[in-house]
């Protein structure tokens, strides 16, 4: 499967964005599905992801405050932010599981590439 992310962008503290990750091929169901982050000089980390079947996970630095959900239809997975913090400022990756209902994302097999979401103060 192909992911192509897209929204990033800047945005000031306590606004909102949404990030859009676009899934290739036939078999979008197949896999769970979710968003990590890599801020500067730091590990890339887990943000959130969904089941195969919609349900969530959230890293507890962003729960209350982000929002993943998928469309199956349109084979798209997004991710609503809002109330951001600069402490979110990262390059943002969507990612693919194979096991459709492990929604923490632990063996993901396919990255999207990158999309900026830079807050400021």
């Known amino acids: 499967v192909q992911l192509q992310a897209s929204g990033g962008g800047l945005v000031q503290a306590g606004g909102s964005l949404r990030l859009s990750c676009a899934a290739s091929?036939?078999?979008?169901?197949?896999?769970?599905m979710g968003w990590f982050r890599q801020a500067p000089g730091k590990e890339r980390e887990f943000v959130a992801g969904?089941?195969?079947?919609?349900?969530?996970y959230y890293a507890d630095s962003v729960k209350g405050r982000f929002t993943i959900s998928r469309v199956s239809a349109q084979n798209t997975v997004y991710l609503q932010m809002n109330s951001l913090k600069p402490e979110d400022t990262a390059v943002y990756y969507c990612?693919?599981?194979?096991?459709?209902?492990?929604?923490?994302?632990?063996?993901?097999?396919?990255w999207g590439q990158g999309t900026q979401v830079t807050v400021s103060s």
């Open positions: 969904v089941s195969w079947s919609g349900s969530t």
């Open positions: 091929g036939r078999t979008f169901g197949r896999y769970a």
């Open positions: 990612a693919a599981d194979p096991l459709p209902t492990r929604y923490t994302l632990d063996f993901p097999a396919y």
